[in-house]
């Protein structure tokens, strides 16, 4: 592509050349036993990246559609989404669009979803649903999952939905271990692919839940895809170009480079990038240091107020992108994504142009 920026925004991100052209090899019939092969073969590599034995369904769309399905398939009585950005928001705005009965639990954006939030409204019995987004991209907030999920093991009835779009394959998530009944997350973060499939997975108890579904819908309905899953299919037809790349690229994560050194390798990057806004004077947009995210780092423009769209506009004769604030943070704002296959190489070397152009 002419003029190609490397993009260090938080999703889309760069997608390596091997898993581009993994994208390119011919098409086989989404019926054919070729293609059930493919399936079977990307199971077992999703499921160790999740740390998990249960079903893990590959879904052909955007991770906002599997957020839909599951509060279709598993809010039966009422849901409470939590909110603390603006991806935790739209999960609230799509319970209410699809006639569910819900309640909003919201903090001041920069701040995370804490343990006691979540005893607080579980404790009530009112709910059979929760969200809850790990990594919140809007504001670079990644909440305490071990610790909140201390606390919603202690109600078996509440199902347990979890927005990882920005998190999943740039740091451990024991899906199993977590008591979660749904992790879901797209792959144009940090897998590092092309974006239009989404990963979810989905424990026993919402299986067997779901069947009593009122309203489950048909695209996202969940005992359709788990019906197709035994039999290493998809209910509709899937994007069979996305699953020969996440099959190279789950191939590289397992097998080459290993979990353990990827997740090192974000947490170093992140280090670097926190490092690097603190010393420069900008500061964690993040209410701590504590809950910032592993993935992409949200620094705090209030008070330096760089003008970022200018600072785009300057990175961009050095062909590199990197992200404004989302929405009401724009320019308050500025992301730096540190995920996927990006390299702490990368990182310094972002880093060094930004200080060249801002004079630091």
Request: charged share 25%; with cysteine; net charge negative.
């Amino acid at each position: 592509m002419k003029n190609h920026r490397r993009l260090f925004i938080p999703g889309p991100s760069e997608v390596r050349t091997e898993n581009l052209l993994a994208m390119a090899t011919p098409q086989v019939g989404h019926r054919a036993p070729e293609f059930g092969e493919l399936y079977a073969d990307i199971q077992p590599k999703i499921q160790k990246l999740l740390y998990t034995e249960q079903p893990v369904f590959m879904v052909s769309s955007s991770a906002t559609g599997v957020m839909e399905g599951s509060v279709r398939n598993l809010a039966h009585k009422k849901a409470v989404n939590y909110i603390c950005g603006a991806f935790s928001k739209r999960w609230h705005q799509i319970t209410k669009a699809c006639g569910i009965d819900c309640d909003a639990h919201e903090v001041e954006w920069g701040c995370a979803i804490k343990p006691e939030m979540i005893e607080e409204r579980l404790s009530t019995g009112e709910y059979d649903c929760m969200t809850f987004v790990l990594n919140e991209t809007s504001t670079g907030v990644l909440g305490p999952i071990e610790e909140c999920a201390e606390v919603w093991k202690k109600y078996p009835d509440v199902s347990v939905c979890i927005d990882a779009v920005s998190a999943m394959a740039g740091m451990k998530i024991d899906f199993d271990a977590l008591g979660v009944d749904v992790l879901l997350a797209g792959l144009q973060k940090c897998f590092a692919l092309p974006s239009g499939l989404t990963i979810c997975a989905v424990s026993d108890g919402a299986l067997e839940k779901c069947k009593d579904a009122k309203g489950n819908g048909y695209y996202f309905d969940f005992q359709a895809l788990l019906k197709s899953h035994a039999k290493n299919q998809t209910p509709t037809t899937p994007a069979i170009p996305h699953l020969f790349a996440l099959n190279s690229q789950l191939e590289y994560i397992v097998n080459v480079e290993g979990l353990d050194n990827r997740w090192a390798r974000h947490a170093e990057m992140c280090e670097v990038v926190q490092d690097w806004a603190i010393d420069r004077g900008f500061g964690l947009f993040a209410e701590s240091r504590e809950y910032a995210s592993k993935t992409l780092t949200c620094m705090d423009n209030r008070e330096k107020q760089i003008n970022v769209a200018q600072l785009n506009k300057d990175l961009a004769k050095y062909n590199v992108m990197i992200s404004n604030g989302y929405g009401d943070l724009k320019e308050k704002t500025f992301r730096i994504a540190h995920m996927g296959d990006t390299t702490l190489v990368d990182i310094l070397g972002l880093l060094a142009v930004i200080d060249r152009i801002l004079g630091f």
